[in-house]
């Protein structure tokens, strides 16, 4: 189960570092993505939601609300992009208290390049693959639909809530 929610949590990263390159003739398109985005929230139907995916969202959440950042996307005006993933990196310690989840200080970054045309943006995972994911943004927040994510156990209707800095 673990390793499930650390790899939707790569893959989410992955999604955001690609998001955009605007159209030719749509600058304000464009410049709509560009910026540095920190992953905040996992929004799901509790009712229909998998375990794992109501366990990601905990931990997202429990770590967000300390101010840990999971997941950064960075996405620069010359089309290229750079995502920062602290899941690989994420514990889970019981305690004597309760379950406590550190912030992880380690992280793996990729750099990608990524096109955003028609709220849908393109880029090249880490595997050669060109992957299409449709996005949302609504000023300083961007939403991912995590049924595009097509991951066993996250491929349920959900979105994947990053906030611009």
Not at 1 to 23: H, N, P, Q, W
Not at 83 to 92: G, P, S, T
Request: hydrophobic share 40%; aromatic share 8%.
């Amino acid at each position: 189960m673990k390793r499930t929610i650390f790899y939707f949590l790569i893959v989410s990263i992955g999604l955001g570092s690609c998001s955009s390159d605007a159209e030719d003739n749509e600058m304000p398109t464009s410049n709509a993505i560009v910026g540095i985005w920190d992953v905040k929230e996992l929004k799901i139907d509790n009712e229909t939601a998998s375990d794992d995916a109501k366990f990601g969202k905990q931990i997202l959440d429990f770590l967000t609300a300390r101010n840990c950042t999971i997941i950064t996307l960075e996405f620069n005006e010359d089309g290229s992009a750079v995502a920062e993933n602290k899941a690989n990196y994420v514990e889970v310690n019981a305690t004597t208290t309760g379950l406590d989840i550190p912030c992880p200080t380690n992280s793996d970054t990729e750099t990608t390049t990524y096109s955003y045309e028609g709220a849908v943006v393109t880029f090249v995972d880490a595997d050669g693959a060109t992957v299409e994911v449709a996005v949302s943004i609504n000023g300083d927040e961007m939403s991912v639909n995590a049924a595009d994510l097509e991951i066993p156990n996250f491929n349920e209707s959900g979105e994947l809530i990053f906030t611009r800095r």
